[in-house]
């Protein structure tokens, strides 16, 4: 039996030596996670955190104790609206964590028959999407950021290509023009960096929004935006930005850090850079080991329960931790028995991610496309050199600096049918070689659908 004693102290200066909660959110959290979660599980199936200076919450490192609360939504409710200290003023509205937990009216934070209405929407919007049509064109958006670094023998995987690739493919299935295109790629990284211009980003990504929104209304298309507006569910213009704001989020910062833990699992791992194993072997070990949501899925128990030896009361803010709970040592004697995909990186239960199929499909493809364009890629420094950025939700490199030959880019076929067409596709046009330039902060968009101009 493992007692407290089996689980190594936390690192010198955590609070947890003095009794308080484990902090999730310093460098000393980002740096070595995996001790910070096996001190944890000495509390149990679920511990005492603090995700931001006074915003306290419970997570859970059980396996099968984030199974009993993801599975259960009778007893764990999603709407952020229960949050107990977010009500009584606890936590306030300007929180650094208030963004990821505040409530919105999107599948994410509603139970019962309004989250299967909106949850309805978006699966049913999803899914006419052709694989496909995306595989050919994540392939056109990884050929075109990778045009603009080739011949310069160096790149920031994680900034120039990773964190790029999922905005411009979103941009796309939404159908955004690129005066929108543009507000929506600015607007969502800024979220997400954080820093002085997260309030201007936020500003920016909400007006493209309603600008999107206001288009599709006018001009429908063949585009996600559209099939949601016309999907029997009837949604508001306002639950329409909240399920874009939702869809943009998930599908750009977690994609992101799949596609950078996959790639730096393919180049430092001598079981994948040696060509042993595949690129799909290579995100499913991310998403087991390096899970890019690290610890998410806010739940608040219905009335206050006991649950894994931890008195809970109504409204306590529970988190899971995909990353501790995948890495439960419970699971070792039986992980080599369970499906690959038993991890719980696209969560479980009612809320589990409705596009885990496109999401693995779009990190496989942006590897293979970057590691056949340039099969000599390598990283450019040791890997146990590289940084991870703070943060309690995350598992995400802060840069993936590498290195290869030179090379020219090649020039590109005219994109592919089938879905709806790039605006300013011209497919008797055969585009030439591109200059070497980054585009300009916020015209990534823009300068995507020119390159297919030339």
């Known amino acids: 039996m493992e007692t407290q004693s089996d689980y190594p102290v936390p690192p010198p200066g955590c609070p947890a030596h003095r009794g308080e909660r484990v902090p999730l959110h310093g460098p000393e959290f980002a740096a070595d996670p995996d001790a910070f979660y096996a001190h944890l ?18 997570l859970v490192t059980d396996y099968s104790a984030a199974l009993q609360v993801l599975q259960n939504p009778d007893a764990f409710a999603k709407d952020a609206r229960r949050w107990r200290d977010f009500n009584d003023g606890k936590v306030p509205q300007n929180s650094p964590v208030v963004p990821m937990l505040g409530y919105r009216p999107n599948c994410l934070f509603t139970d019962g028959a309004e989250h299967l209405r909106l949850r309805q929407a978006v699966t049913d919007s999803l899914a006419r999407v052709d694989p496909h049509w995306l595989s050919r ?5 990884a050929s075109y950021l990778i045009a603009q670094f080739s011949a310069r023998g160096t790149v920031d995987l994680l900034n120039d290509y990773a964190k790029m690739l999922p905005l411009l493919v979103f941009n796309e299935l939404l159908g955004c023009p690129p005066e929108i295109g543009d507000r929506l790629v600015f607007g969502t990284s800024g979220i997400f960096d954080g820093g002085v211009d997260a309030e201007k980003a936020n500003a920016e990504l909400t007006q493209g929004l309603l600008e999107l929104v206001a288009l599709k209304r006018r001009q429908p298309g063949d585009d996600v935006t559209s099939r949601l507006m016309q999907h029997g569910a009837k949604l508001s213009d306002e639950e329409m930005i909240h399920q874009l704001v939702m869809l943009i989020s998930a599908g750009t910062e977690p994609q992101r850090n799949l596609i950078a833990n996959g790639l730096y699992l393919m ?42 030896n931890t008195r809970l009361a109504a409204g306590d803010l529970v988190l899971i931790s995909f990353a501790a709970a995948n890495t439960d040592p419970k699971l070792s004697s039986s992980r080599q028995l369970l499906s690959k995909r038993a991890h719980l990186a696209w969560s479980a239960g009612p809320h589990a991610c409705p596009a885990k199929d496109p999401a693995q499909l779009i990190a496989v493809t942006a590897i293979e496309k970057l590691l056949n364009q340039l099969p000599d890629i390598e990283l450019a420094v040791p890997a146990d050199s590289l940084t991870w950025r703070p943060g309690p939700f995350h598992r995400a490199l802060a840069a993936l600096p590498a290195r290869f030959a030179p090379v020219q880019p090649r020039p590109t076929a005219a994109p592919p049918t089938g879905q709806r067409q790039t605006p ?18 916020g015209s990534w968009w823009s300068s995507f659908l020119a390159w297919w101009k030339v």
């Open 41 to 58: 599980r000495s509390f149990g199936p679920i511990a005492p955190v603090e995700l931001s200076p006074g915003v306290e919450a419970n």
């Open 137 to 141: 064109h994540v392939e056109q958006v």
């Open 267 to 308: 180049l430092s791992d001598e079981q994948y850079s040696g060509g042993g194993l595949l690129v799909e072997d290579a995100i499913d070990d991310a998403l087991w080991n390096q899970a890019p949501m690290a610890n998410y899925a806010p739940h608040y128990p219905v009335q206050d329960t006991e649950f894994g």
């Open 424 to 441: 300013s596709a011209t497919p008797s046009v055969t585009p030439r070689s591109r200059p070497q330039e980054k585009p300009e902060k």
